[in-house]
C-alpha cells in the first residue's frame, strides 16, 4: 500500500493500519482519485513547532501540517501529526483520542484532495467531509470486526 506511517521523535503505535490505509484510499477513490505515496509521520510538538518555523514561518503549535505533492491523478505527500495536540483537542473537544485522531488522518488527505479550511464556508465543507468519511471509517470498523468474528 502506498500509505505508510512513521514517527519522528516519539513512540506511537497507530491501531487498525490495515483499516485506515483501506478508508485513506476509499477517500481518495471518491474524489476520483488514486492513492500515491502518502507518508503520516507523527511527532512531538516541539518537532511540529520547529516545522511549522522552519516552513511556514508560524511561532505555534498545530496539530497537523501537509505538504502535498499531488497530481492531477494521485494524491501523495507528507502529513506530520502531534501527537501531544491531538491528546490536547480531545480533551478540549470533549472527544476520544483515536477519533480526534481519525478526524485529523483525513483532514490531511481533504487537503491534498483540494478542500481548504480558511474562509468559514469552507470550514464548513471539510467539516462535512471529516465527519462523511469518519462515518465511513465507522463501517469500514463494523464490517471489518463482523469479517474477523467469522474467520474465528
Same mark, same amino acid.
Given at each position: 500500500?502506498?500509505?505508510h506511517f512513521y514517527c +519522528?521523535?516519539?513512540?506511537?503505535?497507530?491501531? /487498525?493500519?490495515?483499516?485506515?490505509?483501506?478508508?485513506?484510499? /476509499?477517500?481518495?477513490?471518491?474524489?476520483? &482519485?488514486?492513492?500515491?505515496?502518502?507518508?503520516?509521520?507523527?511527532?512531538?510538538?516541539?518537532?511540529?513547532?520547529?516545522?511549522?518555523?522552519?516552513?511556514?514561518?508560524?511561532?505555534?503549535?498545530? /496539530?497537523?501540517?501537509?505538504?502535498?505533492? %499531488? /497530481?492531477?491523478?494521485?494524491?501523495?505527500?507528507?502529513?506530520?501529526?502531534?501527537?501531544?495536540?491531538?491528546?490536547? #483537542?480531545?480533551?478540549?473537544? !470533549?472527544?476520544?483520542?483515536?477519533? !480526534?485522531?481519525?478526524?485529523?488522518?483525513?483532514?490531511?488527505?481533504?487537503?491534498?484532495?483540494?478542500?481548504?479550511? &480558511? %474562509?468559514? +464556508?469552507?470550514? &464548513? !465543507?471539510?467539516?462535512?467531509? !471529516?465527519?462523511?468519511?469518519?462515518?465511513?471509517?465507522?463501517?469500514?470498523?463494523?464490517?471489518? #470486526?463482523?469479517?474477523?468474528?467469522?474467520?474465528?
Amino acid at each position: 500500500m502506498p500509505i505508510h506511517f512513521y514517527c +519522528e521523535d516519539i513512540r506511537f503505535v497507530l491501531k /487498525d493500519k490495515t483499516i485506515i490505509r483501506t478508508w485513506i484510499c /476509499d477517500t481518495c477513490f471518491s474524489f476520483g &482519485k488514486k492513492p500515491g505515496r502518502i507518508n503520516y509521520i507523527f511527532c512531538s510538538n516541539p518537532k511540529i513547532l520547529e516545522i511549522n518555523k522552519s516552513y511556514l514561518k508560524h511561532n505555534y503549535y498545530t /496539530d497537523i501540517i501537509s505538504f502535498d505533492y %499531488s /497530481d492531477e491523478k494521485k494524491v501523495a505527500g507528507d502529513i506530520y501529526i502531534s501527537i501531544d495536540t491531538v491528546y490536547l #483537542n480531545s480533551i478540549q473537544f !470533549e472527544t476520544s483520542f483515536y477519533d !480526534e485522531l481519525h478526524r485529523v488522518l483525513i483532514h490531511g488527505v481533504l487537503h491534498f484532495l483540494g478542500k481548504k479550511d &480558511k %474562509s468559514i +464556508e469552507q470550514i &464548513k !465543507e471539510m467539516r462535512f467531509e !471529516e465527519n462523511l468519511a469518519l462515518h465511513k471509517l465507522k463501517q469500514f470498523c463494523s464490517t471489518w #470486526n463482523k469479517k474477523e468474528k467469522n474467520n474465528k
